[in-house]
Nanobody, 119 residues
Framework: QVQLVESGGGLVQVGGSLRLSCAASGSSFSIKDMGWYRQAPGKQRELVARNIMGTIMIYADSVKGRFTISRDNAKNTVFLQMNSLKPEDAAVYYC?????????????WGQGTLVTVSS
């Protein structure tokens, strides 16, 4: 069974930076896409950034120019560098991956990491 483990969340001041990491572990799997989503209190979970097939990066309009997604395919790890953080960036950030096992594709989610932005 494939698991995703996030790290790097925490408390940061407005304008500060954080780097989130998400590592996939398990056996006999490959990963197609990896990405980050977030969910603020009272709001729906939304896409933040996604790395598609290791080559295409897509971003939510609200984070373009401030956040950067990157991926280490050899380590099955995805990162989210968050700069110029705003209060509206505060949320629980979830890692997501499209995992291929036994020829089948499924979505796997991490447990989430909390990002708090103080003004």
């Amino acid at each position: 069974q494939v698991q995703l483990v996030e790290s790097g969340g925490g408390l940061v001041q407005v304008g500060g930076s954080l780097r989130l990491s998400c590592a996939a572990s398990g056996s006999s799997f490959s990963i197609k896409d990896m990405g980050w989503y977030r969910q603020a209190p009272g709001k729906q979970r939304e896409l933040v950034a996604r790395n598609i097939m290791g080559t295409i990066m897509i971003y939510a309009d609200s984070v373009k120019g401030r956040f950067t997604i990157s991926r280490d395919n050899a380590k099955n790890t995805v990162f989210l560098q968050m700069n110029s953080l705003k209060p509206e960036d505060a949320a629980v950030y979830y890692c997501n991956a499209e995992v291929i096992t036994g020829g089948r594709s499924r979505q796997v989610w991490g447990q989430g990491t909390l990002v708090t932005v103080s003004s």
